[in-house]
C-alpha cells in the first residue's frame, strides 16, 4: 500500500465467468496500480452456492494478500459462509440492517441507490458503508435502467459525509469529471476485464491522478 492515496479509488467488479485465468488476471490488474483498487466486487449468475464459494475461494484469497476488501454481490448468505469483507446489495437485494446482524459489525455494506437522493438517504439511515450511484454512460456489463448525473455526486459529496460509488460504463477515457464531482470510488469492469487489465489500471491511474 503507498502512503498517499489517490482521492478517488477503484472498486473493481468481477465479470460473470471467474473461470480458467481469471484469477491470474485479477492478480495483474491489483498489482497495476497497489493502493489504487480498494475493493473487488464478486459478481456472478446463475450457479449454486457451493459452487460460488468455490470460484470465490482463490479470488478472495488473492485479494487479501494485497489488503483488498473482498465484496460479495447480492447474497448476504454466500458473505457470511465465505466470511467476505462485505456485501453489494440491490434495492431487491435485502436490507443493509439485516445484512449488518448476519455479517457483524466490521463488515462493508454498500446500496445500489441508482439516481435518487432518497434512496441513498435511506440507506444511509439504514447503516451503509456506502452508496452507488449510476448509470453514468451506458454499460457493456449490464442493462442500465437508471441514468444518474454528475450534480448528484457534486451534491452528495458536498452535504454526506457517506462514500460514494460511481458506477455504470466508466472508463479511462471518460472518468474525469466523474473524480471531479467527488465520486469516491469508480466501480469499473468491462472496461478492465474486455482487454488488456494491466493497461486499463494504469489508464485509469493517470487520468484520476491529473483530476
Known sequence: MTDILPPTQLYLISPLDVTGDFPQRLERALDAGPGLVTAFQ?????VDQHEAAALAEPLQAICAAREVAFIVNDDIGLAKRLGADG???????????????????EAQIGVTCHASRHLALEAGEAGADYVAFGAFFPSTTKETEHRAELDLLEWWSEMVELPSVAIGGITPENCRPLVDAGADFLAVSGAVWNGDEVAAIKAFAEQIAAA
Open 42 to 46: 464478486f459478481r456472478v449468475k446463475g
Open 87 to 105: 456485501v453489494h446489495l440491490g434495492q431487491g437485494d435485502g436490507d443493509p440492517q439485516e445484512a449488518r446482524e448476519e455479517l457483524g459489525r
